[in-house]
């Protein structure tokens, strides 16, 4: 996946050193979702706007395309999610 944000879909920002992160890049994958990762270690930028979309500093920040989005995310409630939003 790329750093370039759209708006039609999911985007995650984390980092790769992070276990939720690779967890849910993993189910989003298994799911054959698109998806737009942001790297918040690469870009400070990156890690400020997950912090001003979550209020927090914890990671992943998953956005959906409806605008909402989940920090640290179980699988249950991001498959959930994407189901209620037909992505599934």
Same mark, same amino acid.
């Given at each position: 996946m790329t750093d370039t944000i759209a708006p039609d879909r999911v985007t995650m920002y984390g980092a790769d050193w992070c276990r939720d992160c690779r967890r849910t890049e993993a189910l989003l994958n298994d799911l054959g979702v698109e998806w737009t990762k942001v790297d918040v %270690? =690469?870009? =400070?930028?990156?890690?400020?706007?997950?912090?001003?979309?979550?209020?927090?500093?914890?990671?992943?920040?998953?956005?959906?395309? @409806?605008?909402?989005?989940?920090? %640290?995310?179980? @699988?249950?409630?991001?498959? @959930?999610?994407? =189901?209620?939003?037909? =992505?599934?």
């Open positions: %270690e =690469a870009s =400070a930028e990156a890690a400020a706007q997950a912090q001003a979309i979550s209020g927090r500093m914890n990671i992943p920040v998953v956005v959906f395309p @409806d605008g909402s989005h989940q920090v %640290e995310p179980s @699988d249950a409630a991001v498959r @959930d999610k994407l =189901a209620a939003l037909g =992505a599934l």
